[in-house]
């Protein structure tokens, strides 16, 4: 089972409708409806639909499998599609979704080494993936970089600090 949450504008981030699909060996259901559609690959990334008579061309432009979000161009029209597996849906009926463990709370050093370099200040609020700072352990320089999103309480290094393994860098 899926849950796909669909949203025509990628600008406008405006939900547009939510989903249930179920399939099984021959059928597929659309919150508990038959669905049924003629559905044929032309070339890469690009397939031809016939619904109730009407016909598509869809493009799938992007495919993002970490955060689980499709880009299409449907007759020109983008869509923006979030999909929920079983899994997660599960994990947020049990109040346990990604969202709510991607809050920050601290980051702290991978490695032994030296701050080479801090990019970030207190105060300000970092995004997943967000360059935090530059630790150099066994002549290497490894970039730090933030593994949620956050407002940075505290730093608790400065610049040409030696730290162990575990050290608190950054409150959050």
Excluded: C
């Amino acid at each position: 089972m899926y849950q796909i949450n669909i949203i025509k504008s990628p600008e406008s981030k405006k939900s547009d409708g939510i989903f249930t699909i179920k399939s099984g060996d021959s059928s597929i259901l659309v919150d508990d409806q038959p669905f049924e559609w003629d559905l044929v690959k032309i070339r890469k990334h690009y397939f031809h639909i016939i619904r109730d008579n009407q016909s598509y061309t869809a493009e799938v432009v992007h495919i993002d499998s970490e955060s689980k979000q499709v880009s299409l161009k449907i007759n020109g029209h983008k869509f923006q599609l979030k999909v929920k597996d079983r899994f997660d849906l599960l994990l947020e009926r049990l109040g346990m979704s990604k969202n709510s463990s991607r809050q920050l709370q601290e980051i702290r050093a991978p490695m032994p080494g030296l701050i080479l370099n801090i990019n970030i200040e207190e105060g300000q609020e970092v995004k997943k993936g967000e360059a935090i700072m530059i630790l150099e352990a066994m002549k290497m320089e490894n970039i730090i970089k933030s593994p949620g999103e956050g407002v940075v309480k505290k730093i608790n290094v400065g610049i040409g600090e030696s730290v162990d393994k575990n050290s608190l860098l950054v409150q959050f």
